[in-house]
């Protein structure tokens, strides 16, 4: 039965970009994903997709597409170019396959926000931020739960009355 919540497929899209960013020590400098769905469609006939290791196991699916905005920041207009650079190359660079292992089927850097936004209310502790804006074709799959396991035996109870 196809009961996938359209926050189910942004959530695992976001945790999906999480994973191939480049880690940030500082959580000042961590990198903000946003997601702008211009739709979330259902693939195939009912969102059924195919089936899994078995014929009863059914995989259903939801296909987003849109924008995806990456908000990057550091403490130094130097480091911002640098961090913009990493971060492209982590998204950019990834293998194919790889992408397809997240299920993102298509991912195109479609700008690159040149307005430099200061985000600090002091200039002792500057944070420049950027914003990178990616077009973004994601398949979220939901395959079949694991079951606990077959009844072996039910136990009867023979005591009547």
Do not use: C, W
């Amino acid at each position: 039965m196809d009961d996938i919540s359209n926050s189910a497929v942004i959530d695992s899209l976001l945790a999906s970009i999480a994973s191939l960013l480049p880690n940030e020590s500082n959580p000042i400098f961590q990198s903000i994903v946003g997601i702008n769905a211009a739709r979330i469609t259902a693939p195939g006939v009912g969102a059924f997709v195919g089936n899994g290791a078995s014929v009863t196991d059914e995989i259903f699916g939801r296909h987003l597409e849109g924008d995806m905005v990456v908000s990057v920041k550091r403490g130094t207009i130097g480091d911002l170019n640098n961090a913009i650079n990493a971060t492209t190359r982590a998204l950019l660079g990834v293998d194919r396959k790889e992408l397809l292992g997240h299920g993102i089927l298509k991912l195109n850097l479609h700008e690159v926000i040149s307005q430099v936004f200061n985000e600090s209310e002091s200039d002792s502790n500057q944070v420049f931020r950027k914003d990178l804006i990616f077009k973004i074709l994601y398949e979220f799959l939901k395959t079949p739960e694991e079951s606990e396991g077959i009844i072996q035996e039910i136990p009867i109870n023979q005591s009547v009355g």
